[in-house]
C-alpha cells in the first residue's frame, strides 16, 4: 500500500501552484501553455476520482449488451464490430442508453464544461 | 534559421514589390513543422503594407493527402476574390527562385479570427445577427465559382469520405462504439453523389473567417478545399465543435439554419436540408476522426505536445453530438 498524500491531493497541489504562484508571473504563449497544463493535471484528477466505480458499471453494461465476458477494451471492440455489422443497432434494447451513459461518463473527465454535456446533464436531472 | 529567412523574404518581396524597401515586424503567427504562417509589414515610402505568408519549408512541398496545396490555395484566393467572395489579396506565389518553399504572401485583412471573440466581444453584438445569413451568401458566392477555372482539385463523394474515416478510425485501433454507430447512419442514409458538383471550400467554419463590425471580411484556409456536395460546406459551419458553446445558434454560433439557408437562396443557390443534415453528422464525426489523429500524432511524433495531447480528449464531444443528431433524448 502506498503511503498518503493520494495522487490527486498531490496533482490538486502542484495545479494549485502553477495557477497561483506561476501563471501571475508569465504572459502570451507561455501562459497558454500552462492553462493547457493545468487544465490536463485537472483532467486527470477527475478520470482518478471517477473513473472506477463508472468502468465497473460500464462493463457490467457490455457484459449485458454482448453476452460475453472480458476486459474493458475487448468489450468495447466487441460490441463497435457488432454495431459495424449491424447485428447491434439502435432498436437494440439497451443500446442507446449504455451509449449515453457511456457518453456522458467520458465528459465528466474530459469536458464537464462542453455545453452539450451540461445541456444533457440538466435534461437528466429534470426527468429524474 | 530567421536571420538567412528574413533575408531571404526581403530579397523575395523586394523584387516584385516595386518601392519596397524591405521587411520588418517579421513574427511566427502558427502552423506544424510542414506548414507556417508568418505576419510582417513590407516597408514601403507611400506607406508599410501589412502582408502573410503561408508557406511549406523547403523539404516540406509534398501536401498531405488530404490538401489541396498551397499553389491550389492561391489560385482559389485569387479566383474567389475575382468573383466577389471576400478573400485576402495574393500579392505573391513563392517561385523556387525565391528560396522560401513553397507557398504565397497575401494582404493582410484587418478584423477578428478568434471565434470566442466574435461570439462574445460587444464590438460583434451588433453585426452577429447578420453573420448567419452572410455565411450563406458567401458559400453561395464561393460555390458559383466556375469549375472550369479552377485549379485541380481532388472530387469527394459520400462514399469516399465515410470510407476514409473508416480507414482513419480503424488505423487507431482504438475502439469507439459511437463512432461505429456514426459511419453505419452515414452508410445507410448515403444520398449518392450530388446532382451538380460545385467547388467546396472543406473548412468554412467560425474560426476561419476574418470579421469586421460590418460582417465577413475575408474568408480563410482554403487548404481542404476540392470538388463535390456544395451541401457538405453548408453542414460542416454547423458542427457543433464550432459553436463554441453557443449551442442554439447552429450557424458557428452566429444564428440559426433558416438565416443562412435564405442568405444562400437569395444569392441565387439552392438548399437541400435533407443533405446539409447529412454533411453535418459527417462533419461531426471528421472532427472527432480528426481529434484522435492529433492524438496519434503526439504519440507516435513528431509534434509531442500537450496541445495535441489534450485535444485528444475533445474526441468525446464529438461522441456526445453524435448522440444528440442520432439518438436524441427527451429533455436534452
Redesign the interface.
Known sequence: MQDEPTPVELLNAVAEFLRNDIAPQISGAAAF?LR??T??ID?VVRQLELSEPRAADELARLVKLTGESGTL?DL??K???A??A?AI??RTPGL?DH??Q???D??AV??PN????R??L???K??T | MSEGFAADLTRCVTAWCAGATGVARLARLSGGASQETWSFDILHPDGDIGAILRRAPPGYGAAPERAAGLDAEAALMRRAGAAGVPSPPVLHVLTATDGLGTGFIMGRVAGETIARKILRDDAFAAVRPKLARQAGAVLRGIHGLDAATLPALRRVTPAMEIAELARDYRGFDW???????A??WLADNDPGPARHDTLVHGDFRNGNLIVGTEGIRAVLDWELAHVGDPMEDLGWICV?SW?F???DKPVGGFGAREEMFAGYEAAGGHVDVVRANYWEVMGTLRWGVMCCGMMQRFRTGPDHS??R??IG??A??T???L??L??P????
Open positions: 501553455k493547457v497544463a487544465n490536463a483532467l477494451p468495447n471492440r460490441l463497435a464490430n454495431i459495424a449491424g443497432d439502435l442507446a451509449l449515453w457511456t457518453t456522458m467520458k465528459l474530459d469536458q462542453y455545453a452539450s454535456y445541456r444533457e440538466a435534461g437528466e429534470a426527468s | 475502439p469507439r462504439p459511437v463512432f461505429d454507430l459511419l453505419r457543433n459553436r458553446g453557443a449551442i500537450m496541445e495531447a489534450m480528449r475533445r468525446s464531444e461522441e456526445i453530438d448522440l444528440r442520432l439518438a433524448r427527451a429533455g436534452g
